[in-house]
């Protein structure tokens, strides 16, 4: 590690008057460890920075920005770290700061009428989850992540999650921002309008950003009434196909109930099994596939039941359910998600592995999945396929893990690109995304320019150098 240099040391200090003595942090204090914001959550790569910076307020932040344009020094804006692209860590110059977020983390407002809440970026989104519950509302973005991602992560990543076949992905969700620019300007955009046609739509430029075009400082959040009821099934189906059949009748008998519809190929909850074994995996051992399905809103519980049982029914006569369980209480519901939630950590104890978060029509996915499976057998013999993911908006996490036996460092080095290649160019035939909901990072800088059209990519990077012409604002993600 090289000592900073005369401006980076002026830099630091200035950092310290703007936020605090306390809240700049530095290798050079060496009893601070910095590897919680150098570290990426996949450990896939860990980065040097030359600070890390936490602002405590939206002025503290434009101060930032503004003081290091005038020194050209590149920031990583951070939330919670539980990206899974490699997008909120620094590089590896040593010449970064990452600005973290999380102690931005209060509830500005609350607006019962107008249905809307306005909180800090740095907020968890557990916290705010519960902000809305406790005003009686619901808040539905829910994600494996969010006793620690934050919603300006979530943001900065359109994430996505479990509820988007009902309420959409975080984009949908997010009526106004406040955004510190790559000038150091605050735009004041806590907009609580469902419609606005007054120009371009700069929150929704913000937002899938991925901290390339400004830092957002706080959002103003759409609200909805807690459902009256909330039951969910696990159902054991014999083929994706099946499960697509099980989606069409559960849209067709649910309608707006439908909230969750998530697939699991045995693969996947046998890792959970493995590295879990207090949980209670249902039904895997004897099928290939498994289903976990939300019925909510509906008028009460007893409704909700008849429906979702009346469900079940239909698909089992049809041959698309072999069998199911619905919970009977609130504890087994969760149990239920708990272990579809359990399958990126369990995935993760398995060791270092190839992750893809493609969107294909739902209509095309048994057919892509049978394809590109053969395909991979071929290449990489005894490759372990982790397919799961949210079914009901297209989206699978069709993720590789190396063969038994084999060494998660020397798999990746040996087969990463061509593994991705292979998958990509599987997903293009098919009509689909490369990221659905995890966004580009770093992971997929170098494939995006490949796979997305020519024009959109030139608007793009258009955009990016009018609105940070100096390139600061997390530099190498996304355009690279
Ligand atoms: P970080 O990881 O800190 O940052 C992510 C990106 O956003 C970076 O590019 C960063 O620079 C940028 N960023 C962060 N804060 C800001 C800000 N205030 N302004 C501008 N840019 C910012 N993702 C899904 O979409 N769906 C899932 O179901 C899902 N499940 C997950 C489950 C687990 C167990 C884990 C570990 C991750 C999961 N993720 C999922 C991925 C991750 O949680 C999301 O991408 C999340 O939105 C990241 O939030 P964060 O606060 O941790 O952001
Ligand atoms: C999920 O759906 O659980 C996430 O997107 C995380 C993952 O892909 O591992
Ligand atoms: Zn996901």
């Given at each position: 590690m090289t000592a900073p240099s005369t401006a980076q040391i002026a830099l630091i200090a200035l950092l310290r008057q703007i936020c605090g003595p306390n809240h700049v942090l530095t290798h050079q204090d060496p009893a601070t460890d910095l590897s919680p914001w150098e570290q990426d959550?996949?450990?896939?790569?860990?980065?040097?920075?030359?600070?890390?910076?936490?602002?405590?307020?939206?002025?503290?932040?434009?101060?930032?920005?503004?003081?290091?344009?005038?020194?050209?020094?590149?920031?990583?804006?951070?939330?919670g770290n539980t990206g899974l692209v490699v997008g909120g860590v620094p590089d590896g110059s040593g010449k970064q700061i990452v600005l973290s977020m999380t102690r931005m983390n209060a509830v500005r407002a609350i607006d019962k009428d107008n249905l809307t809440i306005t909180v800090d970026a740095g907020c968890v989104l557990q916290n705010l989850q519960t902000a809305a519950e406790n005003a009686g509302f619901l808040f539905p973005l829910s994600l494996g992540a969010e006793g620690s991602c934050t919603i300006g992560g979530n943001l900065g990543t359109n994430a996505g999650g479990t509820?988007?076949?009902?309420?959409?992905?975080?984009?949908?969700?997010?009526?106004?921002?406040?955004?510190?620019?790559?000038?150091?300007?605050?735009?004041?955009g806590l907009s609580g309008l469902r419609k606005d046609n007054t120009g371009y739509d700069l929150r929704n430029l913000m937002i899938g950003s991925e901290g390339t075009l400004g830092i957002i400082t706080a959002a103003t959040l759409k609200l909805y009434p807690q459902p009256a009821a909330q039951l969910t099934a696990w159902a054991a189906v014999p083929t994706l196909q099946a499960a697509v059949q099980l989606l069409g009748?559960?849209?067709?008998?649910?309608?707006?109930?439908?909230?969750?519809?998530?697939?699991?190929?045995?693969?996947?909850?046998?890792?959970?099994?493995?590295h879990y074994p207090q949980l209670r995996v249902p039904l895997w051992q004897a099928t290939p596939w498994c289903v976990l399905l939300e019925n909510s809103d509906s008028e009460n519980e007893q409704h909700a039941r008849s429906q979702f049982e009346a469900l079940l029914e239909a698909a089992m006569e049809q041959a698309c359910v072999t069998d199911a369980v619905v919970a009977e209480n609130l504890a087994q519901a969760r149990g239920l998600w708990h272990v579809r939630e359990s399958i990126t950590l369990a995935q993760a104890a398995e060791g270092l592995n190839i992750k893809h978060d493609i969107s294909i029509p739902v209509s095309r996915i048994p057919a892509f999945v049978l394809e590109t499976d053969a395909l991979l057998a071929r290449e990489v013999p005894g490759v372990r396929m982790v397919d799961f993911g949210h079914l009901g908006d297209g989206n699978l996490h069709y993720n590789v893990q190396a063969p038994e036996g084999v060494d998660g460092h020397a798999f990746l080095r040996e087969f990463e690109d061509k593994v991705n290649t292979l998958v990509f160019d599987q997903v293009a035939k098919f009509e689909g995304s490369i990221s659905a909901e995890h966004g580009v990072g770093e992971l997929k800088v170098g494939k995006l320019p490949l796979y997305k059209d020519p024009t959109a990519l030139a608007m793009m990077r258009a955009v990016k150098k009018a609105l940070d012409p100096q390139n600061l604002m997390n530099p190498g993600r996304v355009l690279g």
């Open positions: 959550w996949r450990k896939r790569v860990k980065g040097l920075a030359l600070a890390v910076v936490r602002p405590g307020n939206t002025q503290e932040v434009a101060a930032v920005v503004k003081a290091c344009a005038a020194t050209g020094t590149p920031i990583v804006p951070q939330g509820q988007v076949v009902r309420y959409g992905n975080t984009r949908d969700l997010c009526l106004g921002l406040e955004v510190v620019t790559a000038q150091g300007d605050i735009w004041h009748l559960a849209h067709q008998r649910l309608g707006p109930g439908l909230t969750g519809f998530e697939v699991m190929n045995q693969f996947a909850l046998g890792l959970v099994d493995k």
